[in-house]
């Protein structure tokens, strides 16, 4: 068989680097110098890999620590009054001095026990009627439409009718953390139930999977990234709610100290009661991205630069 023979120009080959047939050698000649340049274009690999994590954190500390500095630096030059907005320095006096009296430290596991409970209970909820729902024609037919109407009552609005019925007690501040969590952890919940590919679901059925492990091996795994969006986002609502439900005659938590601190002027322990309410949320937050991380480690993660 008579084999065509192409210039090698025309194969996109470069004549001093083609394959060495007069000794028989099936190696392309290399450049000495490609191979010094070997390690450093290594080195700039990894830096350029390296730089978007370190901007993103630097970014991350960065920033609010500039706006820590800039809020110093106008309650030092008198731009603001001090009392209408305490510096740093004075917050984080005030924080000591809870600190040092031991009322920070119970007023926090007060409030972190009522915003839990209030959680548990409301999303529970929440999560067997979306799965009801979800699963079921008639469980959507009962539950879908009485949630939709009650979701857009919002959770303060209810407040007046929940003192009613449970009187001001701890009753009273739980319900309303309950009311709050349920709609979030219901509609996501509902929502990765129905949003199953129907391609999954066929095979399953051409499998001849049978309804129940239809719902434990595909609808469940698959619509559990939308099951802890919910988790998430309810115990970030919690909070929210927490902060209303512990105005209600509050004797105890973080609510009680900031009614003290207004009915007293202590604007200082007011913003540092608030800054406490931001760092229970970032932590909550924290834990549920560590939980969702655990829970979905499969989950492909995808950023534009």
């Known amino acids: 068989m008579n084999v065509p023979r192409f210039p090698s120009a025309a194969l996109g080959i470069d004549p001093g680097t083609a394959p060495d047939r007069t000794h028989g050698a099936d190696a392309r000649a290399v450049d000495p110098r490609a191979l010094i340049d070997l390690p450093t274009r290594e080195v700039r690999r990894q830096s350029a890999l390296q730089w978007p994590a370190l901007r993103s954190r630097a970014l991350r500390v960065g920033v609010p620590l500039a706006l820590v500095v800039l809020w110093q630096l106008a309650s030092s030059l008198q731009l603001v009054a001090p009392e209408t907005l305490p510096s740093p320095t004075v917050i984080i006096a005030a924080l ?92 996501n919940t509902y929502a990765g139930v129905r949003g199953v590919d129907p391609k999954l679901l066929e095979a399953a059925n051409v499998f001849g999977l049978s309804n129940r492990q239809i719902a434990l091996r595909i609808i469940l795994p698959t619509a559990l990234p939308s099951i802890l969006v919910g988790v998430r986002y309810s115990s970030a609502v919690a909070l929210l709610a927490l902060v209303v439900a512990e105005q209600i005659n509050a004797q105890n938590g973080i609510g009680y100290i900031l009614v003290n601190a207004n009915q007293n002027q202590r604007a200082d322990i007011i913003i540092a009661g608030i800054l406490v309410y931001a760092a229970l949320g970032i932590v909550t937050d924290l834990i549920m991205r560590a939980l969702e991380h655990l829970a979905l480690p499969w989950r492909p993660r995808f950023e534009l630069a």
């Open 96 to 187: 000591k001095e809870l600190i040092a009296d031991g009322e920070l430290q119970s007023a926090i596991g007060v409030s972190l026990a009522r915003a839990a409970t209030g959680l548990a209970i409301g999303g529970g909820i929440g999560l067997l009627a979306g799965l009801f729902a979800g699963l079921w024609r008639v469980g959507e037919e009962i539950v879908d439409a009485p949630l939709q109407m009650l979701r857009t009552i919002p959770f303060i609005a209810l407040i007046p009718l929940f003192i009613t019925w449970f009187g001001i007690g701890e009753g009273a501040k739980v319900a309303v953390i309950l009311a709050a969590t349920i709609f979030p952890m219901y509609l």
